[in-house]
């Protein structure tokens, strides 16, 4: 049976469901039984959906033009010193 350290090491490859099949199934049966886990699989779920909308939803044109001037100063100015 899988323990929670092992859960862990596999978790990105879990969620992204690039597990062999016997590595898959030990992770099913683990979560089936232990509650700490299943949250930190549902927890880690949720905080991608989150950022991947984030993402999705972008800056406005305005806000990223002035990110980018900030950005593109600060970075000369680093140069200059």
């Known amino acids: ?4 350290e092992e ?9 992204d469901q690039n597990l062999d099949e016997e590595l898959a ?6 979560l ?5 886990c299943r949250v930190v699989v ?4 949720r905080v991608i959906q989150l950022g991947q909308a ?10 990223r033009d002035r990110l980018f001037t900030r950005l593109r100063q600060a970075f000369l100015a680093r140069e200059g010193s």
């Open 1 to 4: 049976m899988m323990t929670c």
């Open 7 to 15: 859960l862990v090491s596999y978790l990105s490859d879990y969620l």
């Open 25 to 30: 199934a030990a992770a099913q049966q683990h």
């Open 32 to 36: 089936a039984t232990c509650q700490n």
């Open 42 to 45: 549902q927890t880690t779920r």
């Open 54 to 63: 984030q993402y999705q939803i972008g800056l406005p044109p305005d806000r």
